[in-house]
C-alpha cells in the first residue's frame, strides 16, 4: 500500500486552525505591481496596448458592485468625490474589502459554488442545511482560507448543529455520492469529471476507473446516525389520527418527530467512511471487473493509494490532504483562476472543460504562475488576493464591449449585466439608510417548534442519540408533545425569537425582519422572488446562474419590484432627498447620481429638474424608474 501522506503532515494539517496575519496594505500594492508587469508583457507579446484608465465616478461604481455586490451609496460617493488624495482609490479599494458588504457578496458566491440550499429533500423528508450555510457566513466573517475551508469541508464529522456545520457537506447530496464526487473534483480542483462517471472521456484525460478510484475516497460515510427513528413512525402517523396528538396550533404528531429526529440525524458519522467502493454492475473496461472492491487511489499530483482489502476510516482526511497538498497540479490554480475571473470579468484560462489556470500555455503562462504563487503566498487568503487583483492597472481600465475584445481580462473588464444579486442589491441601497445592516436573525441554539419552546437544541439532540431502543425515543417524544401542547414543558431562558422553526418537517432557523439584501434570504430564493427571475442559481449545479435578460425582467423593473420597494414607499434612503433644503435642480442631480453614481450632463439634469417641478408629485417616481431601467444601471462598465 502506496502513502506519501505521513501521520505527521496529517497532523498538521489538521491542527486547530491558525488564521494567518493580515496581509498589510503595502506588499498588496507591491504584488499588484508586479502583476501589472506581467500583463503588460503578455499584451507586449501580442502587440496590444492597454487602453486608459477610467474617471472616478465609474471606477467607484465598478470596484463597488464587483467587490461589494452593490452601486455605491450616497454618502459613499459624496466622501470619494470629496477625497483629493492622491491614494483615494486604493484607500477606496481597502475599505470595500474589509466592509461586510464584501461579506455579503462573497457569501453569494460561496452558495453558488458549493451549491448551498437552504432545504433539501433527504427520504422523503425535509432537511436543513443551515449549519452549513451558517459556517460559511463565520468561515466569510474570519476571512478563513480557501485551503483551510476545504480541510473542513471534505474532512467534518460529527452533527453539524452542534459541531461544525462543514459536516453537511456531503448530506448536501445524500443518496447520490457519485454526484458529489464530481461536484467535489470541480468546485475545488477545476475538474470535470462528471462523463467519467459512465465511460472513458474522449474529451479528457479520464478514464471511468479514474473516477471511481477517486469515488472510493468519500465512500462509505453515513449520516450522523439516528434516522432508525423514521422506522417507527407509522405508529406516531395512526397516533396522529387522534384530537389528542393533532393539537390546534402544533400540528401532528408524526412531523413533530420528523423535525427533532432530523436534528439529531445531521451531518457525517463519526469513524465511518471505507475508502473503498464497488464499481457498476454494468462496467465495461479491462482495468476493472463489473462489482470489483476497489480502492482510493489518486491518478495525479501526490501519489495516495488506500487498501481495497480493508475499511479505512481515515478515508476522508487522506482525501481532502491530497485534495490541498502542494504537489496537487490544480488547486491552487482552479480558486486562482475563479477569483481572477469574479474580479476582471473574464476568464484568463483557455476556453475548455477545465477551470484552471495553465502555466504552461504559451502567451499567458508566466502570468498564470504569477497568479497562482501569490493566491499560495497569500495562503489562499481570497480578500486579500481580489483586493491585490482590484489594486492592478489593468483592472482600471476602460471597460471592454465583450469578452473577445476583453483579451482575458487584460484589455479592460468586458462589459456585462449585472447578477441578480448585484441588481436586488443595488435596489436595496436606494431604499436602506444602511445597506450593510443585517436584517437576517439566526437562533442555533433554542429549538422551537410552531412556537413552543422544547428546550436547547444540542440537550436535544444528545439526548435522541442516548436511547438504545426505538420505543425509548417514541414515549420521550409522546412525552415532549404533551409538553408543548399543554405548556408544561422547559421555560425558554429569554423570548421567543421571531422565528418559525420546523414545520411540516421543514426546518427553518430564520427570520427576516425587513427587506434585506440576497445573501440574508433563503438560497435560492422562492421560485416567483426577484432574484429567480433574474437568473439566481438554483443551487444545483456549480455556478448555475445567469444574467440574461428577459421580458420577464424588464416588466418587474418598470411594474413589479422597482414600484413596490423602491419608488413606492414613504421614508425610504432615496425619497429622504426630497427633503433636503434646496432647489429641484440640486434634488435631482442627487437622485440621478444615487442611481448611476456619476454626475448627469446638462441636458440630463434640465429633464430630472423639469420632472420634480411637475407639481403632480410624480417627478420623483418617474426619475428613479426611468434611470433604474437603463442599461447604464443594470449593466457594469
Not at 439634469?605 to 418617474?622: H, I, P, T, V, W
Request: aromatic content about 8%; some cysteine; glycine content about 8%.
Amino acid at each position: 500500500m502506496i502513502r506519501f501522506l505521513s501521520v505527521v503532515s496529517l497532523a498538521v494539517l489538521f491542527a486547530p486552525v491558525i488564521f494567518a496575519e493580515e496581509i498589510a496594505p503595502e506588499r498588496m500594492s507591491a504584488e499588484a505591481a508586479r502583476l501589472d508587469e506581467l500583463i503588460d508583457a503578455v499584451l507586449k507579446e501580442d502587440e496590444k496596448a492597454a487602453p486608459p484608465s477610467v474617471d472616478d465616478a465609474t471606477f467607484l461604481r465598478r470596484a463597488s458592485l464587483v467587490a461589494i455586490g452593490r452601486i455605491p451609496a450616497l454618502a459613499e460617493i459624496q466622501e470619494f468625490t470629496k477625497d483629493n488624495s492622491a491614494d483615494k482609490r486604493s484607500r477606496l479599494v481597502a475599505r470595500l474589502y474589509q466592509s461586510k458588504g464584501y461579506q455579503s457578496h462573497m457569501n453569494n458566491w460561496f452558495c453558488d459554488h458549493l451549491r448551498l440550499n437552504e432545504v433539501k429533500l433527504q427520504g422523503g423528508y425535509f432537511s436543513s442545511n443551515t449549519p452549513l450555510i451558517n459556517w460559511t457566513r463565520q468561515s466569510v466573517r474570519e476571512n478563513k482560507s480557501w485551503k483551510a475551508m476545504t480541510v473542513e469541508l471534505l474532512s467534518s464529522r460529527g452533527n453539524g448543529w452542534i459541531g461544525s456545520g462543514a459536516s453537511h457537506y456531503y448530506t448536501r447530496d445524500i443518496g447520490m455520492p457519485l454526484d458529489n464526487s464530481a461536484n467535489t473534483m470541480r468546485a475545488f480542483l477545476g475538474m470535470r469529471m462528471e462523463c467519467a462517471q459512465c465511460h472513458d472521456d474522449p474529451g479528457s484525460a479520464w478514464e471511468r476507473i479514474d473516477f471511481f478510484n477517486l469515488a472510493a475516497f468519500t465512500h462509505g460515510k453515513s449520516n450522523y446516525g439516528r434516522l432508525d427513528f423514521l422506522k417507527g413512525r407509522g405508529r406516531f402517523v395512526n397516533m396522529s389520527s387522534k384530537k389528542e396528538f393533532n393539537a390546534k396550533g402544533l400540528h401532528h404528531l408524526h412531523f413533530f418527530s420528523d423535525a427533532i429526529g432530523q436534528y439529531a440525524a445531521s451531518g457525517i458519522e463519526p469513524g465511518k467512511g471505507t475508502g473503498r467502493i464497488k464499481l457498476p454492475d454494468d462496467y465495461q473496461y479491462r482495468d476493472g471487473d463489473p462489482g470489483e472492491l476497489v480502492e482510493g487511489r489518486t491518478p495525479f499530483g501526490g501519489k495516495l493509494r488506500l487498501d481495497a482489502k480493508k475499511v479505512n476510516p481515515d478515508s476522508l482526511e487522506q482525501f481532502a490532504a491530497w485534495v490541498v497538498g502542494d504537489e496537487n497540479p490544480t488547486f491552487a490554480g482552479s480558486i486562482a483562476a475563479r477569483m481572477w475571473q469574479r474580479v476582471m470579468g473574464a476568464k484568463l484560462h483557455k476556453e475548455d472543460n477545465e477551470e484552471f489556470l495553465d502555466p504552461k500555455d504559451p502567451l499567458t503562462g508566466a502570468l498564470s504562475s504569477g497568479l497562482m504563487k501569490l493566491m499560495a503566498d497569500y495562503d489562499y487568503d481570497l480578500r486579500a488576493y481580489q483586493q491585490t487583483l482590484m489594486l492592478t492597472k489593468a483592472f482600471a481600465v476602460k471597460s471592454a464591449p465583450d469578452m473577445e475584445a476583453s483579451f482575458h481580462g487584460l484589455m479592460g473588464r468586458p462589459i456585462e449585466r449585472m447578477s441578480a444579486e448585484q441588481i436586488w442589491d443595488s435596489l436595496i441601497t436606494l431604499v436602506l439608510e444602511d445597506p450593510e445592516s443585517a436584517q437576517r436573525i439566526e437562533d442555533m441554539e433554542l429549538l422551537y417548534i410552531h412556537g413552543r419552546y422544547i428546550g436547547r437544541l444540542e440537550d436535544i439532540i444528545k439526548k435522541v442519540h442516548s436511547f438504545k431502543t426505538i420505543k425509548e425515543y417514541q414515549e420521550w417524544v409522546i412525552m415532549k408533545y404533551r409538553e408543548a401542547r399543554d405548556g408544561t414543558g422547559p421555560k425558554a431562558p429569554a423570548p421567543r425569537p421571531p422565528t418559525y422553526i420546523a414545520g411540516h418537517g421543514r426546518l427553518m432557523t430564520s427570520a427576516i425582519q425587513g427587506i434585506a439584501r440576497a445573501s440574508e434570504l433563503p438560497s435560492p430564493a422562492s421560485p416567483n422572488h426577484f432574484l429567480q427571475k433574474f437568473g439566481q442559481s438554483d443551487r444545483i449545479s456549480i455556478d448555475g446562474a445567469t444574467n440574461e435578460g428577459s421580458l420577464t425582467q424588464t416588466l418587474q423593473m418598470l411594474n413589479g419590484a422597482t414600484q413596490k420597494i423602491v419608488t413606492t414607499p414613504k421614508g425610504i434612503a432615496i425619497r429622504k432627498i426630497l427633503t433636503i433644503p434646496g432647489s429641484n435642480e440640486e434634488k435631482g442631480v442627487l437622485l440621478f447620481q444615487s442611481v448611476l453614481t456619476r454626475q448627469p450632463t446638462d441636458q440630463e439634469r434640465a429633464l430630472c429638474a423639469r420632472e420634480l417641478d411637475d407639481g403632480e408629485g410624480k417627478g420623483f417616481a418617474n426619475i428613479v424608474s426611468a434611470l433604474v431601467c437603463t442599461p447604464e444601471f443594470l449593466f457594469i462598465y
